[in-house]
């Protein structure tokens, strides 16, 4: 492992309080206390973590108006699937206060019962609901009727869907093109992928792109420990494209003068132009034709 990555490690455990962080080492070798995930959910609700992605998915909407995607509009009545909602229940407390039909939030990270909990739900209704606009009770119903967290779409038979989102997930995923592939069979037609994807080395928010254009593919993945697929805006679309979908790759933070012209790899020039190497995010909205 390269010391980029260890730093990277290191600079997330210790953001985090040492409890936390002895609990994902202890769920990595399989042992899991529901009390301290608990305990972590609820800090992350009380930190704002739920208007901070109901915040990122107003963005991306707003930023990619060629999407045609208004989160007022177009979520109530709909079946939404998160994939890599994380482990503290993702967007489920905004799609269901856009009265989503039905969330379900994918995710190897998630506890099945991440919003279940008396100590959740209480966080959520002083927080997140806090003005009001539903009562304990309402809300257990809620996330118990409309909401489901699975760590694999496999793991259950799933309804037709309205739309499959994520929010810096795709560029984590390795299998992507056998992945998409699958979910999207549950996707109805007329029924979309709306993904913001995340095309930086994950490293170093301030240099995006250091490191990663400077080694091969294979060299960074082997030096890095495949922290991320590598793949890149085209290669994104074109799953998508492959699979018949109407796809639409909108590029919304570049960066190119983050590209190291000097001591970028030749693989990468070979393979890419610059302009799409200076992509750092951008939204892939993706329609299943009828
Ligand atoms: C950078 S985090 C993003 C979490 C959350 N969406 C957020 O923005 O805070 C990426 C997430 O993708 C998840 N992930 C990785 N591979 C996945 C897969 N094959 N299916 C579903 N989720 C996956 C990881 O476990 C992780 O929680």
Redesign the pocket.
Known sequence: MSVQVLKARLGALVSNPPIFTIARILARLGIESNFVTRREIVRFINSG?PA??ES?FRRICRDAPQCGIDPDRDLADKNVL??????NG?LAPFMMRQNAKQYTG?????HRDVLHSDAVLRALEQGYFKTGETDGMALRECFAVHCQFLK??NDRELDPLDIIT????LE??D?LES?IASISEKLTPGGCHFHLV?FSN?LDRDQPFRWMYELSPDAFKRSHGGIINLKRPSDVKGIFEKLGFETALIPLDMRPEAIPTDTLHPWWRAHYDIEELAVRTAVLHAVKTP
């Open positions: 973590d901070r992605l990122i998160e994939i890599g909602c994380g482990r993702g994918v995710d190897p990270l998630v694999s779409p994520s929010i810096s997930c984590h995923i299998d992945v995340n994950h």
